[in-house]
């Protein structure tokens, strides 16, 4: 199939960007890598009057450090993410994530904030987003707009940007000290999205106590899902099998996945229990050897 007619602009500024999406209304889409919303137009699951090209517009790609925060442009591509040395450094279950998405072409292609704006529960920036906590900047007639990750994303492919609306930025927090993360997903096939994917992030003091721990999963329900009770399981804890168990399994209770053509929800949940006991137990490795995704050999 092919999409429907629709009218296309491709403004060289974020004014017009603006000023475009007010005048069209919800009957909008704005376009940055593509690699969504294209399939979307061919299958005729959306069918906006108006699309509006962002790749002119200037100023929107980069990484950029401010201490306890890396900003990320909307317009970044997810290989400049993943080979950036300070995300690399600095957020290491971003860098780690991100080289799970796709295949090297939608690499090139696919930006990081149009990934967070398409929604998708199954996906991994929206999954690490969740359990970081990454702060969304939004321009729209009325200025910027900041948006926690906890309120923009409100259902299947739904989020809290408004019609007239462009999302400018990503503001990512930095943990400090002795920090260890893991992201794992499991797929039909390398490259897909996740049937359930688990991304972790934990502080240990010298003594090898968790201080603070970060807990998310993807692909098991129409949002991803910060575990709190897995957190609240670990934080305060000295991390042995066990406990790691027990957390892994409060993981798996606090979620509630759906059956589809793809896996069953039981299927969903065993898997759920299985990645969050790898991926803890991955992320205290690292905090406690000092290492970052993709130093092991």
Excluded at 184 to 205: H, I, N, P, Y
């Amino acid at each position: 199939m092919k999409p429907v007619d629709f009218e296309y602009f491709a403004p060289a500024s974020l004014e017009e960007v603006v000023k475009l999406a007010a005048q069209s209304g919800p009957d909008v889409k704005l376009m940055a890598g593509g690699q969504s919303l294209m399939p979307l137009l061919n299958m005729r699951l959306v069918r906006p009057r108006v699309v509006v090209d962002l790749n002119r517009v200037p100023g929107l790609s980069y990484v950029r450090d401010e201490g306890e925060t890396l900003v990320i442009g909307a317009l970044t591509t997810h290989r400049q993410v993943a080979e950036s040395p300070v995300v690399g450094e600095r957020l290491a279950l971003l860098a780690e994530a991100v080289r799970q998405i796709g295949h090297l072409q939608i690499r090139n292609r696919g930006t990081h904030g149009g990934s967070l704006v398409h929604a998708d529960p199954a996906a991994e920036l929206p999954t690490v987003a969740v359990a970081l906590g990454a702060e969304l900047e939004a321009l729209g007639p009325g200025g910027i707009r900041t948006i926690p990750v906890e309120e923009f994303f409100q259902g299947f492919l739904m989020t809290d940007l408004r019609p007239d609306e462009v999302i400018t930025a990503v503001r990512w927090p930095v943990w400090s000290g002795r920090t260890g993360a893991s992201f794992q997903e499991v797929a039909r096939r390398q490259g897909d999205l996740a049937l359930v994917a688990v991304a972790v992030q934990l502080a240990l003091d010298q003594s090898g106590k968790c201080t603070r721990a970060a807990v998310a999963l993807g692909g098991v329900g129409p949002r991803p899902i910060r575990a709190l009770a897995t957190e609240e399981k670990v934080v305060g804890k000295t991390l042995h099998g066990g406990l790691l168990e027990a957390a892994a399994r409060a993981a798996a209770e606090e979620i509630e996945p759906e059956s589809d053509v793809h896996a069953s929800a039981e299927y969903r949940r065993r898997v759920a229990t299985a990645l969050t006991r790898r991926a803890l137990e991955q992320a205290a490795q690292r905090a406690k050897g000092g290492l970052n995704p993709g130093d092991e050999t």
